[in-house]
C-alpha cells in the first residue's frame, strides 16, 4: 500500500513538476531579479537621477503640484472611476498621474511638476524598469489571466513539493549527496540536494505567494457575503472608512491641493500618493498617503502604516485618519500582512534581499535540473509515455527547457540592452522594451527547435555571456555612466546592477565550459533517444 501510494506521489511530482516547471522557472527566476526591482530602475532611469539632483525639494511645493495634477485630470479624464497621483520624491522627479480611462483601461501620463504640462517624450527614459521582472513574476503581462496562471502553477508547486517530499526516503541524506560527472546521477542529485537545501524556503515563498492574492484565488466568501464587492470587504477588515458606492449625482472634486496640505500636516509626513475614487460624483473620496520611512520598518515583520488621511473630496469633511506607525486590522489581517511581508522581503534591508535572491535562483536551479534530468534520462532509453509520438514531444520538451532556462536569461538581459538602445523619444517606450524582451525570448524558443540540443544550449548561453560581459561597454557608450562613476559618486544601486550582470555573464562562460567538458566524455553528448523494446509504457516516477 505504501509502494503504490509512493509510486503515485513520484508520477505526481514528475509530470506535474515538467508541465508546469516551465512557468514555475519563469515564477523563480524573474522573482529573484524582481528582489532588487528598485536598483534596476535606478540604473535604467540615468536621466532621471540628474532632474532629481537638479530639482532640489520638492515637499515644500506638494500642494500646489497636486493641483497641477488635478488640472490635467479634470482635463483629460473627468469621468474617470479613479484618479492616482504620485508625487515627485528622490528617486522619480516626475508628477505621475494615472487613471482608468472611459473603456476601463489603465492610463497614466508623466507631468513636469513645476508647469503641470505633459513631459514630451526624449527628456527622460520611460521605462518600466525593475517593476517588469514583478510583473513577469505574478502575471506575465497577462493581467487577471496571468494571476490565475501563476496562481494554479504556484499550487502545484506546494503539491510537487509535497509529493517530492513523500518520494524521497532518504531525504537527509539526499542533501550531502551529489556525485559529479556522472550524467544523469549527477542530475539527480543536483535537483535533490537544491530541493532538500531550499525546502523551507520554497515551503514558504510559494504558500505565502498564493495568500496574497487569497482575494482573488478563492472569491466564494466574498462574493456570498459582500456580493462581490473587494472594496467593501477590505474596508471592513482593515477597519478604514466605509466604501462608498457611487451615487451618479454629479458634484465637483474640491481643490485638492489645501486638502492635500490639511492631511500632510496633521499625519507630520510628505504625502507619496493622492488617490480620488468616483471622482464628479457625489461620493468622491480622497486620500492622501503618507511617504514610507523605511528605518521605521527595519526589524519588523508586520509593516506598519505610512499614514493617511481621508476625506470627503465634494465637501472637505475628513473622513478618517490612521496616524503613522500605527497598524489596522484584527489577527486575521496581521497574519496576512506577515505573509505579505514575508513574500515580498519587507524586513531585513538588503542583507535580506541578497538572501531571497540566491533563494530564489536556487529554486530555479531546482526546477531546471528536474526539467533537464527529465529528457537526460529519456536521451538514454525513452519510455514511451507519448506512443508513436514520443520522440517528437521529447525534441518539444528538450527546446522547450532550453528557452525556460537559458532563453529567459538572454531575453533579461535583452531588456537591459533595450533599455539602453530604444531611442528616448519612442511613444510607448516602456512598451517597446517589453515587446522586445517577449521577441527575443520567442526568438530563443525559434532557435532551440531548429538547432541541434547541445548547440542550441552552448549558443543561448554564450549569446548571453555576450549581452551581459558587454553590457557596462553599452552604458557606457550611450549615457557616458560605468562601474568606476558609479563607485566614484557612491551610487552603491548602479554599481552592483552592473557587477552582478557581470558576474552572470562570467558564470555562463563556465557553464559553456562545462558543457563542452561533458560533451567531450564518451556518451554524455546529448543524442536520440533509444526505444525501450517490449517496455509498456511508463506510469512511475520518471525523474
Not at 488635478?70 to 472611476?81: D, F, G, N, T
Request: aromatic fraction near 10%; hydrophobic fraction near 50%.
Amino acid at each position: 500500500m505504501n509502494g503504490t501510494f509512493r509510486q503515485s506521489m513520484a508520477w505526481l511530482h514528475t509530470w506535474g513538476g515538467l508541465w508546469l516547471g516551465w512557468v514555475l522557472y519563469a515564477i523563480f527566476f524573474t522573482g529573484a531579479i524582481g528582489v532588487f526591482d528598485e536598483a534596476i530602475t535606478h540604473w535604467m532611469n540615468p536621466e532621471r537621477r540628474a532632474l532629481a539632483a537638479a530639482s532640489g525639494d520638492t515637499v515644500k511645493q506638494q500642494p500646489a503640484i497636486v493641483d497641477r495634477a488635478q488640472a490635467y485630470l479634470v482635463k483629460v479624464a473627468p469621468k474617470s472611476h479613479f484618479w492616482s497621483i504620485g508625487l515627485p520624491d528622490e528617486e522619480e522627479p516626475a508628477l505621475r498621474v494615472f487613471w482608468e480611462d472611459e473603456k476601463k483601461n489603465f492610463q497614466s501620463a508623466r507631468l513636469d511638476p513645476t508647469t503641470g504640462q505633459a513631459i514630451p517624450p526624449g527628456l527622460t527614459r520611460e521605462t518600466e524598469g525593475g517593476h517588469h521582472f514583478v510583473h513577469m513574476h505574478f502575471e506575465f503581462h497577462a493581467g487577471m489571466a496571468g494571476i490565475w496562471i501563476a496562481g494554479v502553477a504556484t499550487i502545484a508547486m506546494l503539491v510537487a513539493l509535497v509529493s517530492g517530499i513523500v518520494t524521497h526516503r532518504r531525504i537527509f541524506k539526499d542533501f550531502f549527496t551529489f556525485r559529479p560527472k556522472k550524467g544523469q546521477r549527477s542530475w539527480l542529485d543536483a535537483h535533490n540536494a537544491t530541493g532538500v537545501l531550499m525546502l523551507p524556503f520554497l515551503l514558504m515563498i510559494s504558500y505565502t505567494g498564493v495568500i496574497v492574492f487569497y482575494a482573488t484565488y478563492m472569491p466564494a466568501g466574498i462574493a456570498a457575503r459582500y456580493k462581490g464587492n473587494e472594496d467593501a470587504y477590505f474596508a471592513e477588515v482593515q477597519k478604514q472608512t466605509a466604501h462608498r458606492d457611487e451615487t451618479g449625482i454629479s458634484a465637483t472634486v474640491r481643490p485638492m491641493g489645501p486638502l492635500t496640505a490639511q492631511a500632510v500636516e496633521k499625519i507630520g509626513r510628505p504625502a507619496s500618493f493622492v488617490v480620488v475614487e468616483h471622482p464628479g460624483d457625489s461620493s468622491a473620496s480622497l486620500r492622501v498617503f503618507g511617504r514610507r520611512d523605511e528605518a521605521a520598518q527595519d526589524g519588523r515583520l508586520r509593516p506598519l502604516s505610512s499614514g493617511e488621511m481621508t476625506f470627503d473630496a465634494v465637501t472637505g469633511e475628513v473622513l478618517d485618519v490612521e496616524m503613522p506607525l500605527g497598524s489596522r486590522g484584527g489577527p486575521a489581517q496581521h497574519v496576512q500582512q506577515v505573509m505579505n511581508a514575508l513574500h515580498f522581503v519587507q524586513f531585513g534591508g538588503y542583507l535580506a534581499k541578497w538572501l531571497y535572491f540566491f533563494c530564489g535562483l536556487a529554486g530555479a536551479a531546482m526546477l531546471a535540473t528536474g526539467m533537464i534530468l527529465f529528457t537526460v534520462k529519456r536521451r538514454r532509453k525513452q519510455e514511451n509515455e507519448f506512443g508513436r509520438a514520443t520522440q517528437r514531444v521529447y525534441r518539444v520538451i528538450e527546446a522547450l527547457n532550453i528557452a525556460s532556462v537559458a532563453g529567459l536569461a538572454v531575453a533579461s538581459i535583452a531588456f537591459f540592452w533595450a533599455n539602453r538602445l530604444v531611442p528616448l523619444a519612442v511613444e510607448h517606450r516602456s512598451t517597446w522594451e517589453i515587446a522586445l524582451f517577449f521577441a527575443v525570448w520567442v526568438a530563443t524558443l525559434l532557435h532551440a527547435f531548429v538547432r541541434p540540443v547541445h548547440k542550441a544550449w552552448t549558443e543561448q548561453l554564450a549569446a548571453g555571456a555576450v549581452l551581459c560581459l558587454l553590457l557596462p561597454v553599452l552604458n557606457a557608450f550611450t549615457t557616458g555612466d560605468h562601474l568606476a562613476l558609479a563607485i566614484a559618486r557612491g551610487d552603491a544601486l548602479s554599481a552592483g546592477v552592473e557587477a552582478t550582470i557581470f558576474a552572470s555573464g562570467l558564470l555562463m562562460l563556465a557553464a559553456i565550459a562545462h558543457l563542452r567538458r561533458a560533451a567531450r566524455q564518451p556518451g554524455r553528448s546529448p543524442k536520440a533517444p533509444q526505444p525501450a523494446v517490449g517496455r509498456p509504457a511508463a506510469t512511475g516516477a520518471a525523474s
